[in-house]
């Protein structure tokens, strides 16, 4: 079950914290399957940014690059999404090891099934291109966020937070490294929402994390005896 809780709010006067954007990449190997993983972390990594309203577009942009690299490529090829912000836009990269295959600007009819990727593309983003590299490529596109720089933040310094909870077996649970990547995801999220939280209502987050950390050593070690 996924809950969402929203804590507290500040005024825009009130919060002076920045939101630290630091880029993020994720290699996996281009699979139909996969695509349903690399939209939920799109998701995470927006809402931790502070940027949740890009989501659905972010989310679609990760569609169409990878099945762009399914279609042209094929199944199995090593593959990296990269996140970044380029300015105050956010940058969605996906590198493949195919330097031939170029994803092409096509005018595609009302009858066809395919085609429609790159179409998509230049139409909801600002803009994006190719970069070639010696035995590889990178597509990439780039949002507006609107930002006014890099680390700035939109509506205040209200703070949400996700927490997923699921009962299961020790020897169950997301296995695969996309799954893995998911939940450490929404740890990672919940805990710097925390941490903005504490901030902005000026608190010391460095001295909660070094007690965090005390605390969860001391657990550690009475759990191993």
């Not at 349903?36 to 940027?51: D, P």
Request: aromatic share 4%; hydrophobic share 45%.
């Amino acid at each position: 079950m996924v809950t969402f809780v929203e804590v507290g709010a500040v005024g825009m006067d009130e919060c002076q914290c920045e939101v630290p954007r630091k880029a993020w990449d994720l290699p996996f190997l281009a699979e139909a399957e996969e695509v349903a993983g690399l939209r939920r972390l799109m998701a995470l990594r927006l809402k931790l940014w502070g940027l949740p309203e890009l989501t659905d577009v972010a989310q679609l942009c990760v569609t169409e690059l990878v099945s762009n690299v399914l279609t042209h490529v094929g199944p199995g090829a090593p593959t990296t999404l990269a996140v970044s912000m380029a300015g105050t836009r956010l940058r969605i990269e996906v590198r493949d090891p195919d330097a031939r295959a170029l994803p092409t600007l096509l005018a595609a009819a009302d009858g066809d099934e395919s085609g429609r990727g790159m179409a998509i593309i230049d139409a909801i983003t600002d803009r994006w291109g190719v970069i070639l590299q010696t035995g590889s490529k990178v597509t990439w596109c780039e949002l507006p966020t609107g930002l006014a720089a890099p680390t700035g933040h939109t509506g205040g310094c209200r703070v949400t937070m996700a927490l997923h909870r699921r009962a299961t077996h020790p020897t169950t649970g997301p296995t695969s490294p996309l799954g893995l990547a998911v939940a450490e995801e929404a740890t990672i999220g919940l805990i710097v929402d925390l941490l903005h939280w504490l901030r902005a209502h000026g608190r010391d987050p460095d001295e909660v994390l070094d007690r965090a950390q005390t605390y969860f050593e001391v657990k550690w070690e009475e759990s191993e005896q």
